[in-house]
């Protein structure tokens, strides 16, 4: 008796260790789903930074804000092209190198969270100097964020420019 028993104990307390582990296991793949979840703030949050980021002209910062395999869509009076994460931030750069008194503002709305994207309607308002003239763009884009460690990046725009 006391060897079955035992051996029921022992069963038991296997049976109860596995069944806990399946639930660890469980709620460990929730908490990855639930942070694998883009949000409305992630969107925010992502403006934020990028306002943040080219109104310091921090490549680093801005890089950061793109996906690696970011395709960036450009129109302007019917021409078009298309630039990866280095050539956009390539531009980025060139274009703050050659101006003063750069400043950038954005605005987004209309966003549409599936999974682990949101797309989202994004104007941005762009003005410098250069060579001692006033310029300003406004570009509105169609974007699709998505998720990298926890915060949304840029992966693609196609986008329509104006130049005032």
């Known amino acids: 008796m006391k060897r079955l ?7 038991l307390l296997l049976k109860s260790a596995a069944a806990t582990a399946v639930v660890a296991v469980a709620s460990t793949v929730s908490i990855t789903a639930q942070a694998a979840t883009m949000t409305e703030d992630l969107v925010q949050s992502y ?12 490549i680093n ?16 009076k019917g021409k078009s092209t ?10 980025l750069q060139n274009s703050w190198n050659d101006t003063s008194n750069y400043r950038y503002d954005i605005s987004v709305d209309n966003v549409v969270i599936t999974g682990n994207q949101a797309k989202a309607n994004v ?6 100097v250069k060579d001692s003239r006033n310029v300003s763009f406004v570009t509105t ?9 926890g915060n949304a990046v840029l992966l693609r725009a196609v986008s329509q420019v104006a130049i005032n």
């Not at 028993?5 to 069963?11: C, E, F, H, T, V």
């Not at 910062?61 to 129109?75: E, F, K, T, Y």
């Not at 104007?123 to 410098?128: G, I, L, P, Q, V």
Request: proline letters at 0%.
């Open 5 to 11: 028993w035992g051996k029921g104990l022992l069963a």
């Open 47 to 58: 403006a934020a930074a990028m306002k943040s980021s080219a109104n310091n002209k921090s």
């Open 61 to 76: 910062q801005v890089a950061g804000l793109v996906s690696d395999d970011a395709l960036i869509s450009l129109s302007r």
């Open 82 to 91: 298309s630039l990866d994460k280095d050539a956009y931030l390539k531009l």
């Open 123 to 128: 104007t941005t308002n762009e003005s410098w």
């Open 141 to 149: 884009s169609r974007v699709t964020l998505t998720l990298s460690t």
